[in-house]
Nanobody
Framework: EVQLVESGGGLVQAGGSLRLSCQAS????????IAWFRRAPGTRYVRVSC????????DYADSVKGRFTISKDHAKSTVYLDMKNLNPDDTATYYC?????????????WGKGTLVTVSS
């Protein structure tokens, strides 16, 4: 069974940083695509970043380029999202998602999310 467990969310002041973690299990971590999405209240899901665990290719939403960094640790089967220079617009529930074939906006497997709140 595929499981994705997010952690690391919390309350941070504008300009601060957070690291989110996605602990993965139940699939071949070395050959998958794992993404971070976020959803603010009343809005749709937005893919923030995605990484191919086989070759390390990444992508980012324009709104987070230069501020967020996605990375992976094969030994821990974990994908991270390092977020810096946070602003109130980054407030959302952040979800980890995974799929074998590619990064896309409707991935097969999802975690339950972790809440990030950025205060002004």
């Amino acid at each position: 069974e595929v499981q994705l467990v997010e952690s690391g969310g919390g309350l941070v002041q504008a300009g601060g940083s957070l690291r989110l973690s996605c602990q993965a299990s139940g699939f071949d971590f070395d050959n998958y695509h794992i993404a971070w999405f976020r959803r603010a209240p009343g809005t749709r899901y937005v893919r923030v970043s995605c990484i191919s665990t086989s070759d390390g290719i990444t992508d980012y939403a324009d709104s987070v380029k230069g501020r967020f960094t996605i990375s992976k640790d094969h030994a821990k089967s974990t994908v991270y999202l390092d977020m810096k220079n946070l602003n109130p617009d980054d407030t959302a529930t952040y979800y980890c998602a995974a799929e074998w074939s590619r990064c896309r906006d409707a991935m097969d497997h999802w975690g339950k999310g972790t809440l990030v709140t950025v205060s002004s």
